[in-house]
């Protein structure tokens, strides 16, 4: 069983939709929870991390954690053409250090 | 604050070459880690240093190796190259260990093994 799993899409959404990208985690001790976007041929940047239970907002982005459920989600609003990209879940399961486990990626185009 | 720093950018290698890649952390972090990233297996940890010392170490042969200096810059080396080591590696920094630290990667390294 993979430590983290999401769908590797292609997820396509219309310009000024919502996207929304789901990622599951199988350690249940996990405290630390990171979205990044990759553009290609570039290297991943931090979106946001939510470590809390709920729902964490910055700006268009809104991170959501259940950790009953062992799932954590990211919700793009007003989705532009820029935000087209590669959106990476990461978990820090306990006792790691830094370690973080990436899911493999869900591949995001929004469509002018 | 400038960002995390890797050199070089782009390398050829042949197999059973060796290879250095080097990493500059962020101005004040102590953490570095190293990620290997393929099209077939995504993100994959390596290793994290702290104080100059080997905290994790992923699921890697023997033959991928690091070190961290005095001034928190880290290296990491890649003997006998074979052809599926070709990927982009990254370098990551972060204030400290401990789990809740955000990681912030440099731009990559980009292999090419022939």
């Known amino acids: 069983q993979k430590e983290v799993e999401q769908n590797s899409g292609p997820l396509s959404v219309p310009e000024g939709a919502i996207a929304s990208l789901n990622c599951t985690y199988s350690?249940?001790?996990?405290?630390?929870f990171f979205w990044y976007r990759q553009y290609s041929g570039k290297s991943p940047e931090l979106i946001m991390f939510?470590?809390?239970?709920g729902d964490k907002e910055d700006g268009r982005f809104t991170a959501q954690l259940n950790k009953a459920s062992q799932y954590v989600s990211l919700l793009i609003r007003d989705s532009q053409p820029s935000d087209s990209a590669t959106y990476l879940c990461?978990?820090?399961?306990?006792?790691?250090?830094?370690?973080?486990?990436f899911g493999t990626g869900t591949s995001l185009t929004v469509i002018p | 604050k400038a960002g995390v720093t890797q050199t070089p950018r782009y390398l050829i290698k042949t197999r059973g070459q060796q290879v250095t890649l080097s990493c500059s952390p962020i101005?004040?972090?102590?953490?570095v880690s190293w990620y290997q990233q393929t099209p077939g297996q995504g993100l994959q940890f390596l290793f994290e240093y702290f104080s100059e010392t080997q905290r994790n170490k992923g699921n890697f042969p023997g033959r991928f190796s690091g070190r961290q200096f005095s001034n928190s810059r880290s290296e990491m080396n890649v003997s006998t190259l074979e052809l599926g080591d070709s990927a982009l590696y990254l370098c990551?920094?972060?204030?400290?260990?401990?789990?809740?630290?955000?990681?912030?990667f440099g731009p990559g390294t980009r292999l090419l093994v022939l």
């Open positions: 939510i470590y809390s239970n």
């Open positions: 990461a978990v820090n399961p306990p006792n790691t250090g830094n370690q973080f486990y």
């Open positions: 990551a920094s972060s204030p400290r260990p401990g789990g809740t630290e955000t990681q912030y």
């Open positions: 101005s004040g972090h102590r953490s």
């Open positions: 350690d249940r001790g996990s405290q630390s």
